[in-house]
């Protein structure tokens, strides 16, 4: 008898970035989160119970390594969970460039969890599914939920949770300006953990992206876009500002990353309001107005970079496919 389960989990851009932890044992992070959900990038992944051992493929390619260990680690939470002791046969493939600072991690830890938990036949509800998530990679927490999510810090592993936030009338949508879809030097996970233990700038980061938090969350019950969009910029640069303090210094920016955010500042001035926000990587992601989609997609196309791609909000984490 088979127990096999297929989930597809969205990809999320932080507006409000999580970057480090104070607990790495159980992923908690130092900072609440708050993301998009886009529409535009998914991870479909298949995982069969039964197996003798576990084995992963990604995109067609066998998993080993560090990759490896840690989606085994995982199923080692999800056997636990379902007190069983055999193994699982795990077959992703993602539509987004994996480890490329355009959240692999996050919608591939998302479906994870969902299929290795539907196939095993243990019913999480939404909020402790996105605490299991967490566990395989942070921001997969957030990706459980479509639209915007916040992810508390919270205190303990319990408290450490995702949930959706209605979007009042924001209408957000989102440009990628693909710099370089190249795998990242450093991982966010090592990029993260080298901030927080040498940046002289990592405490300040923490307090104020506290601050950028509880603003953010009263800028979207506004409906407040052009608050929402400096508050999604200034994080952003502050956090790359705490990973330039470290030691040796972080930095993921390319020379096009920089032509991009001066086209997004061109762009407001003449009068198509958008903003920039960066993650571990040299892409640029650009928040913007349903009806500015086009305008801002063309005026990044024209810098000739390596893509584009527009998105609007995605959906939660869907089971699509489950049998025992
Ligand atoms: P982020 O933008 O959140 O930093 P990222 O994908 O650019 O995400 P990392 O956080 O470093 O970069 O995570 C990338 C790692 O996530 C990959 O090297 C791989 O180990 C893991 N990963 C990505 N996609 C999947 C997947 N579909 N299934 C299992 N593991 C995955």
């Known amino acids: 008898m088979t127990a096999r389960a297929t989930a597809v989990a969205h990809s999320n851009i932080a507006l409000i970035k999580y970057w480090g932890k104070r607990d790495t044992a159980i992923a908690l992070p130092a900072t609440s989160s708050l993301s998009l959900t886009l529409d535009a990038y998914l991870t479909r992944t298949t995982v069969e119970w039964g197996a003798e051992s576990d084995s992963v493929v990604l995109d067609g390619s066998r998993l080993n390594g560090e990759a490896e260990s840690r989606v085994t680690r995982f199923l080692d939470l999800v056997r636990r969970l379902g007190d069983r002791s055999d193994h699982a046969t795990v077959v992703s493939h993602n539509s987004v460039p994996t480890a490329a600072g355009l959240a692999s991690s996050a919608s591939g830890f998302a479906a994870l969890a969902a299929a290795a938990t539907a196939a095993a036949r243990i019913d999480l509800t939404p909020r402790d599914l996105s605490i299991l998530a967490r566990k395989g990679s942070g921001s997969a927490a957030r990706s459980v939920f479509g639209g915007l999510a916040v992810w508390h810090a919270g205190t303990d592993d319990a408290s450490s949770f995702a949930e959706p936030i209605v979007d009042p009338g924001l209408d957000l949508a989102m440009v990628v300006a693909v710099v370089d879809a190249g795998t990242k030097t450093i991982s ?73 955010l001066q086209l997004v500042r061109d762009l407001r001035v003449s009068g198509t309001e958008c903003y ?39 959906p939660g984490v869907a089971v699509s496919q489950a049998e025992t």
């Open 188 to 260: 966010s996970r090592a990029a993260m953990q080298l901030t927080a233990e040498t940046s002289p700038y990592y405490p300040a980061w923490v307090e104020s992206s506290r601050t950028d938090f509880t603003d953010m969350l009263d800028a979207v019950a506004r409906a407040d876009f052009t608050r929402v969009g400096e508050l999604t910029e200034s994080n952003a640069m502050r956090m790359h500002a705490s990973m330039l303090g470290a030691t040796p210094p972080v930095s993921y920016w390319q020379p096009d990353s920089v032509r991009v």
């Open 276 to 314: 920039a926000t960066m993650d571990a990587g040299p892409n640029v992601k650009i928040l913007c107005r349903r009806t500015h989609l086009d305008t801002v997609r063309d005026a990044v196309a024209a810098l000739d970079i390596a893509g584009v791609t527009t998105s609007l909000p995605g």
